[in-house]
């Protein structure tokens, strides 16, 4: 059973255009979300996290949101670059035996076209 | 940088050959994790560590084993390899802190193919 889904395999913006991507979860006891980028033939890199007592993180033009109501987070990127082309990977995070661990979704692969 | 490194970056070998990559930090990262990602899986919980010889089995862990020794160092074996382990394993370290988070910082990663 996954308990993070990014259901968009894909999107493609415009430069300078917003780039919007989406992720759903279903574990209650999940206490941060994060988000991760990663490049080809390169390890995941941390982009953006947000407490799940929060609503709203935002780190330049990075911004997260979550909706506890809904289970549902997005990241927001304003205004896209052709840089930011790359997988991203919504992941939560939860305690369990006293150590801490990363549920990942599948990835959702951004291409900023200019 | 966060000072990890994983070796080799890249092994092709055949089925029933044992394999051990390693993950080597230099950071003093209490916690050290590996993955392997697929396509359509994203990234997945092979083993994990929470100190020298102190680990625990994440959601796919059949037919891998894992050992920690020295903190600097988690190496993740194949027993015998098999063409359901081809992947690309990354290595990822990092450190709790209380009342807080501080994220995982992740390996180059190892790309596998087991023939």
């Known amino acids: 059973d996954q308990q993070v889904k990014q259901n968009s395999p894909s999107l493609s913006v415009q430069e300078g255009r917003i780039s919007i991507l989406n992720c759903d979860y279903t574990?209650?006891?999940?206490?941060?979300f994060l988000w991760y980028k990663k490049y080809p033939a390169e390890g995941p890199t941390f982009l953006i996290s947000?407490?799940?007592?929060?609503d709203k993180n935002e780190d330049g033009r990075f911004t997260v949101f979550l909706n506890k109501s809904a289970k549902h987070l997005s990241l927001h990127i304003v205004p896209s670059q052709p840089g930011d082309s790359a997988v991203y990977f919504c992941?939560?995070?939860?305690?369990?035996?006293?150590?801490?661990?990363?549920?990942f979704g599948k990835g959702t692969k951004l291409t900023v076209n200019p | 940088d966060a000072g990890i490194t994983q070796s080799p970056r890249h092994k092709v070998t055949e089925t029933g050959t044992p394999v051990t990559l390693r993950c080597h930090q230099t950071?003093?990262?209490?916690?050290m994790y590996w993955y392997r990602q697929d396509p359509g899986h994203g990234l997945r919980l092979i083993h994990y560590?929470?100190?020298?010889?102190?680990?625990d089995k994440g959601e796919v862990s059949d037919g891998y084993s894992v050992s920690r020794s020295k903190t600097e160092d988690f190496l993740l074996t194949l027993e015998s390899a098999t063409s359901s382990q081809t992947s690309v394993y990354f290595c990822?370290?990092?450190?709790?802190?209380?009342?807080?988070?501080?994220?995982?910082?992740f390996g180059p990663g190892t790309r596998l193919t087991v023939l």
């Open positions: 990822a370290i990092s450190t709790p802190l209380a009342g807080g988070f501080n994220e995982q910082f």
């Open positions: 574990n209650s006891m999940f206490d941060y």
């Open positions: 947000i407490s799940s007592i929060k």
């Open positions: 992941a939560a995070k939860f305690n369990q035996g006293g150590s801490e661990k990363l549920v």
């Open positions: 950071e003093n990262h209490r916690y």
């Open positions: 560590s929470y100190g020298v010889k102190d680990t």
